[in-house]
């Protein structure tokens, strides 16, 4: 039975909201967009019962629109996750620093501040232990089926299961002779980026290639044929980790992002530095990244043993890249400004210059996606 379509919202501001979220959704994934409409309707809504007088966005306050809505979330019953209030005041604090810009109101940039957002619980990597690493790999190599074979290619790169979900038919790329990487898409955190991968995993991406050749569904240039929407297969893809789990007599709790934890902890244990994870993951700040890696003393020893073996300061810099000619080297040099941006940015103190870069930063995120696609035939 479908779901009841929801009336249109009827505010005045529901047309520049929207203008706003459309700007942002150029560097956003569909979920990511869907989300932030969501959040536009949610403080409308709220707007529209609460404050029917305001009409325009020069009356948007602090005082007592924006920290009224935050009192109705905390109040809600049941109450609101911690994470769930966390994306709802980051969304629309992202649509009120657009709105700023766009609409040549500044105070709406300060609306929502910085520390109204509340801090996650502290979070623990979540690896499989090597019993379960090793019993489920050996298992999905065993079946060699389409669920098995996309497992051990989530396990082997890191990605996220709804990235995985999202790769394209062609998503393995020589990057030299006898190199291969694979090319995750845009994902969760506004970045793509690509994977170096081995012998193995180029075997993996081809059987997949080759049981999406078998499926009846016709092609639309993706890896995994879905056989209604990504949500539905990815749901099929988590319910046979569930039955394989089961099969093995293994905890039936296991999730796909544990996978991401493994190859993250495996990756460090390797001897791949921190910065070089983050690259792997997709991350943007060393945060993100520490929440992934399980360092154990072992990990600490081998780390003090080696630098002391071989300090820093031996270390040769790295060489400046070459940049590409045509239009792939201003795809280059645009990420490259984007990165000094970035680097600079976090230097400043959390001030109007730190936010006007932060807004320059997403332009560029914007602007490098548009030259992508002048790239696609």
């Given at each position: 039975m479908n779901r009841a379509r929801r009336p249109p919202l009827q505010h005045p501001l529901v047309r520049v909201f929207d203008r706003a979220v459309d700007s942002l959704g150029v560097a956003f994934s569909p979920d990511t967009t869907r989300h932030y409409r969501g959040t536009a309707r949610n403080f409308l809504s709220?707007?529209?019962?609460?404050?029917?007088?305001?009409?325009?966005?020069?009356?948007?306050?602090?005082?007592?629109?924006i920290l009224g809505w935050m009192s109705r979330l905390r109040s809600q019953t049941p109450p609101l996750a911690t994470?769930?209030?966390?994306?709802?005041?980051?969304?629309?604090?992202?649509?009120?620093?657009?709105?700023?810009?766009?609409?040549?109101?500044?105070?709406?940039?300060?609306?929502?501040?910085?520390?109204?957002?509340?801090?996650?619980?502290?979070r623990l990597p979540r690896p499989l232990t090597a019993e379960q690493d090793k019993l489920l790999q050996q298992e999905f190599l065993r079946r060699n089926d389409l669920g098995g074979n996309v497992?051990?290619?989530?396990?082997?790169?890191?990605?996220?299961?709804?990235?995985?979900?999202?790769?394209?038919?062609d998503c393995l790329h020589s990057t030299s002779p006898n190199q291969w990487a694979v090319h995750v898409p845009?994902?969760?955190?506004?970045?793509?980026?690509?994977?170096?991968?081995?012998?193995?995993?180029?075997?993996?991406?081809?059987?997949?290639?080759?049981?999406?050749?078998?499926?009846?569904?016709?092609?639309?240039?993706?890896?995994?044929?879905?056989?209604?929407?990504?949500?539905?297969l990815v749901r099929q893809l988590r319910d046979y980790l569930h039955q394989?789990?089961?099969?093995?007599?293994?905890?039936?709790?296991?999730?796909?992002?544990q996978f991401r934890h493994t190859y993250a902890s495996e990756m460090l244990r390797a001897g791949v530095g921190l910065p070089a994870v983050m690259k792997l993951l997709?991350?943007?700040?060393?945060?993100?990244?520490m929440q992934y890696l399980d360092v154990t003393l072992n990990d600490l020893q081998r780390a003090f043993e080696l630098a002391r073996s071989k300090p820093r300061h031996l270390v040769p810099e790295p060489k400046t890249p070459i940049i590409r000619a045509g239009l792939d080297g201003l795809i280059d040099s645009l990420l490259a400004a984007q990165h000094v941006l970035e680097m600079f940015r976090r230097t400043l103190p959390n001030h109007t210059s730190r936010r006007r870069l932060d807004r320059l930063s997403n332009r560029l995120t914007k602007i490098v996606t548009e030259a992508r696609e002048l790239a696609t035939p």
């Open positions: 709220y707007l529209g019962a609460n404050h029917p007088e305001v009409e325009r966005l020069d009356q948007l306050r602090r005082e007592p629109h994470a769930s209030c966390i994306n709802l005041l980051i969304a629309l604090r992202g649509i009120c620093n657009e709105l700023a810009w766009t609409e040549q109101l500044s105070e709406l940039a300060h609306l929502i501040r910085r520390e109204d957002i509340p801090r996650l619980p502290q497992f051990l290619l989530i396990r082997h790169t890191g990605m996220r299961i709804g990235e995985c979900a999202d790769l394209s038919s845009l994902g969760k955190l506004k970045t793509e980026r690509m994977v170096p991968v081995d012998p193995f995993v180029c075997e993996l991406v081809r059987r997949l290639q080759f049981f999406r050749s078998l499926d009846p569904l016709p092609p639309d240039d993706r890896l995994l044929a879905r056989p209604h929407t990504k949500e539905a394989v789990c089961h099969s093995l007599d293994l905890s039936t709790r296991i999730v796909p992002h997709g991350h943007t700040s060393p945060e993100m990244t």
